[in-house]
């Protein structure tokens, strides 16, 4: 049974850091793209970062959403099949719950809900103005 299980959210102030982490069980998603999404209330749910797999033991190739740009950072540590997300100067509109995601195959479009096979079940960040 494929499980992705999220941690590291929490409760914290405008201008902290969070780390979240997405823990992989049931298979590997080395050659795959690994990407975190969030959802806040009324809102659909939005990409904020992905990591494609790496190449030739370079690291994979990684994109962000403009709203994070700068501040985050996404990365994934395929020994032990996790993911990251490194939140950095986290304003109050990055409230969200935030969801690690799966796409077995790397396809094309990395902020495409659809493409992605297995989804965490969320993990709740809430910033205080």
């Known amino acids: 049974q494929v499980q992705l299980v999220e941690s590291g959210g929490g409760l914290v102030q405008a201008g902290d850091s969070l780390r979240l982490s997405c823990a992989a069980s049931g298979r590997t998603f080395s050659s795959g793209t690994m990407g975190w999404f969030r959802q806040a209330p009324g809102k659909e749910r939005e990409v904020g970062a992905a990591?494609?797999?790496?190449?030739?033991?370079?690291?994979?190739?990684?994109y962000y959403a403009d709203s994070v740009k700068g501040r985050f950072t996404i990365s994934r540590d395929n020994a032990k099949n996790t993911v990251h997300l490194q939140m950095n100067s986290l304003k109050p509109e990055d409230t969200a719950v935030y969801y690690c995601a799966a796409d077995v195959h790397g396809s094309s479009g990395y902020s495409n809900t659809g493409v992605y096979d297995y989804w965490g079940q969320g993990t709740q960040v809430t910033v205080s103005s």
């Open positions: 990591i494609r797999a790496a190449i030739n033991w370079n690291v994979g190739r990684t």
